[in-house]
């Protein structure tokens, strides 16, 4: 009979009642039934087109008006349990060709709840567990609203909306009329104030002057404040997943339509849009570098300045005073600290008050309890004693950690298919521009993780390509002839560019040109645009033997002795090992 049942209900109704079942009878009866690799930790991220969505339809005002009381008097819990149990109702009648509508919360609900997620109050500040049990649950109800309805039909654009308009010039008349085109979209779902601070003036809409604030921000804490961080990362990837979705879901509903204004028109009204653009409907080159200046924030003194907290003395935390042992703030008392999920891409469905930390990934002196008073901007190098292997972990840490680093190259990768179908941010052009230069003069191991087509959110690989052509201009020697096109073939690579060595002896300037290789390379195999033969084999041995050569004849850059010698064995160390992954693809490739 459960079989019958599991048969007609699709994978992302199954997740939304099995995330209900966990809050009326916990988890280990459900992992009795269900095992946790079952659970997909992403459903739509590689998919092109839309998924199938449930219809919306507003709550009763009963039930509107039963929410609204539970949340204005902080029963987080109840209210939660409530609305799941609403968006779920009438799983089991939906089919493909038979979709009952779900009950959908007003947008300010919704609202409310992205602010739930993360507000000091109810995570590093909670003055109870049940405070941040009910920030993980309510990030798991707009996880299964975003996968149940989907963005458009829960009027997520409505919702996600910035108040604060001082991050742009102004309002223009098209940003006017979008919000009141919006206002008479959703006027038949009679939204509800609530009358809490966090709805209002201590929302994240409001203090938030725009998306890329908040970036900037977490991306800050990252590197500042551990705790904090941990659920920075959790909204951040929440958004980051309803930004996908929204925009993969308007592109798909846009080839239905025929003229061309309406189809731009579609992408435009996406909630990326909306926040990258801002009321005003568009954006300048400098609004496009502070965005660029966001993605790349790493708690350095400047971007602390551009990117303020967003709630005042976010970062200090509350101390519990009455244990014996040492003290813990709310997170570590609750049992997140000393856990660690397998899959880091995903907040397991199960664990709802589980946080991932990689405690060795964050063991950092600077990631203390302070407030942004007394914040001290991250260290921009790694010390020059330190080995090679410290030197890289070091780098990444500088950038608040793999899963940091990972972000942002999502962020970059969702930027390029929004210009892949508009222009409302960039040209494909103008964002080469910007990330080739902002890219350059990052510390090796993120300059590598950036462009190398492997792993979780590479960037797509026609730009992935124009973007390592754009970085080997200011590399390659000025003898050296120019891509003509943004395509690059085989012949070009094997007569211009595999011998090539960079226009400096500087052993990261030739290992950066090693590493561009090796990309390009990867992007020929993987598009089976590569073929071996002697002539490349001997291209990329020439090419290697090249960059050792010029190399030797480097004096070492500024400072002591000691740190030139340590610093040109890092860079060996690294260059050594771009050229033994060459000489490895190429066996790869013979076979």
């Known amino acids: 009979m459960i079989d019958a049942y599991l048969s007609r209900v699709s994978e992302v109704q199954l997740l939304a009642i099995l995330r209900v079942s966990y809050s009326l009878i916990g988890p280990r009866k459900i992992v009795d039934v269900f095992s946790r690799e079952s659970m997909p930790s992403r459903l739509f991220a590689a998919s092109q087109e839309a998924p199938l969505y449930r219809p919306a339809k507003a709550l009763p005002i009963e039930l509107q008006e039963q929410c609204a009381i539970y949340l204005e008097e902080g029963l987080y819990s109840q209210s939660l349990t409530l609305l799941t149990s609403l968006l779920i109702s009438g799983t089991s009648c939906s089919s493909a060709n038979h979709l009952i509508p779900a009950y959908v919360p007003p947008s300010s609900f919704v609202a409310f709840l992205a602010t739930l997620i993360v507000h000091p109050a109810t995570t590093t500040r909670a003055r109870s567990d049940e405070g941040l049990a009910a920030a993980n649950q309510a990030l798991h109800y707009l996880q299964d609203l975003c996968q149940v309805v989907g963005p458009i039909n829960a009027r997520l654009t409505k919702a996600f909306t910035f108040h604060s308009t001082s991050g742009f010039r102004g309002r223009t008349s098209l940003g006017k009329r979008r919000r009141e085109e919006e206002s008479r979209e959703v006027v038949e779902h009679n939204d509800q104030v609530l009358n809490t601070k966090l709805a209002q003036e201590q929302s994240i809409w409001a203090r938030g002057e725009s998306f890329w604030h908040v970036v900037g921000w977490a991306f800050n804490c990252a590197t500042l404040s551990h705790a904090r961080w941990q659920r920075w990362r959790l909204w951040l990837e929440l958004m980051i997943d309803v930004l996908e979705s929204d925009l993969v879901e308007r592109v798909s509903k846009s080839k239905l339509l025929k003229i061309a204004e309406e189809k731009e028109e579609m992408i435009r009204k996406s909630l990326v849009v909306q926040f990258v653009t801002g009321a005003q409907g568009s954006i300048s080159q400098q609004e496009r570098r502070r965005a660029m200046r966001a993605i790349f924030a790493h708690g350095s003194a400047k971007n602390v300045a551009e990117f303020k907290e967003i709630w005042k003395d976010e970062t200090k935390e509350k101390i519990i005073k009455d244990e014996k042992t040492r003290p813990k703030t709310a997170e570590q008392r609750h049992g997140l600290a000393s856990l660690e999920s397998d899959d880091e891409d995903d907040v397991d469905g199960m664990n709802l008050d589980i946080t991932e930390v ?50 942002r190259r999502r962020i970059h990768r969702l930027l390029c298919t929004l210009c892949e179908v508009s222009t409302a941010f960039a040209t494909t052009d103008v964002l080469l521009d910007l990330f080739s230069e902002f890219c350059r003069p990052l510390p090796l191991p993120l300059f590598s993780i950036i462009i190398m087509p492997t792993g979780p959110n590479a960037l797509p690989k026609s730009f992935n390509s124009s973007l390592c052509k754009e970085l080997f201009r200011p590399l390659l020697s000025v003898t050296a002839p120019r891509f003509d096109t943004n395509y690059v073939n085989q012949e070009d690579l094997e007569s211009r560019y595999l011998t090539a060595t960079a226009n400096s002896s500087t052993v990261w300037d030739n290992t950066k040109v090693s590493l561009l290789m090796e990309a390009l390379l990867w992007l020929l195999r993987d598009s089976d645009a590569l073929q071996y033969n002697d002539r490349l ?4 041995l020439n090419g290697i033997q090249a960059r050792q050569d010029k190399v030797k004849q480097s004096k070492g850059g500024k400072g002591t002795k000691k740190q030139v010698d340590a610093e040109s064995e890092q860079g060996l160390d690294a260059l050594n090992a771009s050229s033994k992954r060459l000489e490895m693809f190429m066996t790869l490739l013979r076979t």
Do not use: F, I, W
């Open 358 to 407: 990689r405690v060795a990934n964050h063991g950092s002196a600077r990631q203390t309890r302070r407030t942004t008073r007394n914040l001290k901007p991250a260290e921009d190098s790694d010390s020059m004693e330190e080995t090679h292997e410290e030197s890289v972990v070091g780098a990444v840490e500088a950038y608040g950690g793999v899963k940091a680093v990972y972000l």
């Open 537 to 540: 084999q001997d291209a990329v």
